[in-house]
């Protein structure tokens, strides 16, 4: 509806037209009767209003003791005079203020369009303005373009202006922050924001704040943590929050969320060193900041290799979520890790918990060769569920596990039909030999386990040349009774022939 009234009221140039568009502002005001269309007659009447008319408006508001930002259409028609409406009319047709005599109070010299816009947003009509260009700016900013590149200025002012609505500078702080490097001006703005809402740390952040941004302790972290490492300035202002007893929990979590976003050394120092500390208790909201620690650190990547001592201990905490993200952010440090081979294995053999095993299993893999030495050990001594880690761990390196073939070889032999799965699976990866595995693979499609022979039919799809004589045995399989193996026979060979096709 803006754009339409904006576009029509254009085209008025003359003063006919012009007085013709006051009958199109009282049209507009009878019909705008949903508050969608309230709302969007008001921003036609305030981007109006922003323009060099702006001391008649304001003196007509003040006349009146009106707010004009808080204006609804129902309304407009009896605080604004026929000559306001005229004289918005003449704006928005392009017709300067001069063209209506007796526009301007009596007291007032006739405005400039530069002296009728107030630098400092004095008044409650240019605010409001100023609000809806930057949310109409907001709206479809691309912050890897170069027109973001140079709104960068008109988002800093509405950063700065503390009458802006706090929704839109926090919109706008993170705008800043996505945009980055080119914006690293509003770092020290965004620092200064938090440190003086420091005071308020103990004041928790409820759901609503942060469904809408309102507010500066959250969106002003969130736009620092965005930034990255172009805020390494921050991290006092950061920990602050985060050591401080007082801090809300809901803080606590996104101070050590933004660090980790930021993971300059200072700031992998300050999660390293509250990883370290003992846990006051464990209750949800602790586990919840250790795992945000251990996230962080993550983030950080091989940078974090000096907190490995502390992501080691982290192994042994006694939440499982914990002791899994401990495991896989050793395993993202890769061979750098080393140093955490003996938790990492402890965890393979010890825990009880699946996830935390897998995770340990998938950590030791990314270590490399160091690794490999512990998993052959743990191929011939440890229980069938270690062993089937173990041989998924060295399947993953590939050729520079070859040196444990042997032992994945005699694994074959396994009485554990799991344990002669994840050796067969294992080897493929290793040695890329199907004939190695393939007649095990087939004889596994007659186990009375749905899931082994599944896991058996994938390998066998997966496997590009079957030798001769298993293709001819899982086709003679295939076209016997209707059997489980019969079925899952059928099945593998409908699609190799499917994949061969594509």
């Not at 620092?191 to 704040?209: K, N, Y």
Request: hydrophobic share 40%; glycine share 8%; proline share 5%.
């Amino acid at each position: 509806m803006r754009r339409g009234l904006q576009k029509e009221f254009r085209q008025r140039s003359t003063l006919r037209r012009a007085e013709t568009a006051v009958s199109g502002f009282h049209r507009a005001s009878d019909q705008a009767n949903s508050n969608g269309m309230r709302v969007e007659f008001q921003r036609c009447l305030i981007t109006t209003a922003k323009h060099h008319c702006h001391r008649c408006v304001l003196h007509e508001c003040q006349e009146r003791s009106v707010e004009p930002r808080r204006l609804r259409s129902s309304t407009l028609i009896q605080y604004f005079s026929a000559d306001v409406l005229l004289l918005l009319s003449f704006v928005v047709a392009g017709v300067p203020c001069q063209a209506y005599a007796g526009h301007h109070p009596p007291s007032s010299e006739t405005a400039s369009p530069a002296d009728c816009r107030p630098a400092a947003l004095k008044s409650s009509t240019a605010a409001a303005a100023f609000e809806l260009e930057i949310e109409t700016l907001l709206s479809d900013l691309d912050p890897t373009s170069k027109r973001a590149t140079a709104s960068v200025p008109v988002l800093l002012a509405a950063l700065r202006t503390a009458e802006t609505n706090s929704g839109l500078r926090g919109r706008s702080a993170m705008m800043l922050g996505r945009i980055g490097e080119p914006a690293r001006s509003a770092v020290p703005l965004l620092i200064g924001i938090l440190e003086d809402s420091s005071t308020g740390s103990a004041v928790a952040i409820t759901s609503d704040d942060l469904e809408n941004g309102s507010d500066p302790r959250y969106w002003s972290m969130k736009s620092l943590g965005l930034f990255g490492p172009v805020a390494a300035d921050a991290v006092p202002a950061v920990r602050a929050f985060l050591i401080s007893p007082g801090t809300s929990p809901l803080l606590r979590l996104l101070a050590a969320d933004t660090l980790g976003q930021i993971r300059s050394p200072a700031a992998i120092g300050t999660l390293t060193e509250q990883l370290q500390r003992p846990r006051r208790n464990n209750s949800y909201e602790e586990t919840m900041l250790r795992r945000t620690f251990i996230d962080g650190l993550a983030l950080a990547g091989p940078q974090a290799v000096g907190a490995l001592p502390a992501l080691s201990r982290a192994t042994e905490d006694v939440n499982v979520d914990v002791r899994r993200s401990a495991c896989q952010t050793i395993g993202a440090l890769g061979p750098r890790a080393e140093g955490a081979l003996t938790p990492l294995v402890d965890r393979l053999i010890l825990d009880d918990d699946p996830a935390v095993k897998d995770a340990a299993a998938n950590a030791l893999a990314r270590l490399g060769a160091v690794a490999i030495p512990a998993l052959i050990r743990l191929l011939e001594g440890g229980d069938a569920d270690v062993q089937g880690r173990a041989a998924g761990s060295l399947g993953q390196m590939g050729q520079l596990a070859k040196s444990s073939q042997p032992q994945l070889r005699r694994m074959l032999q396994s009485m554990d039909s799991s344990v002669r799965l994840g050796a067969a699976e294992a080897l493929l990866l290793i040695s890329r030999d199907a004939g190695l595995v393939a007649s095990g693979l087939l004889q596994e499609l007659s186990s009375p386990d749905r899931q082994i022979r599944r896991r058996a039919a994938e390998l066998l799809i997966q496997i590009v040349e079957l030798p001769g004589d298993v293709s001819n045995q899982l086709e003679t399989l295939a076209g016997g009774d209707n059997s489980g193996a019969g079925r899952v026979a059928a099945y593998v060979l409908r699609e190799r022939s499917r994949r061969s096709d594509q």
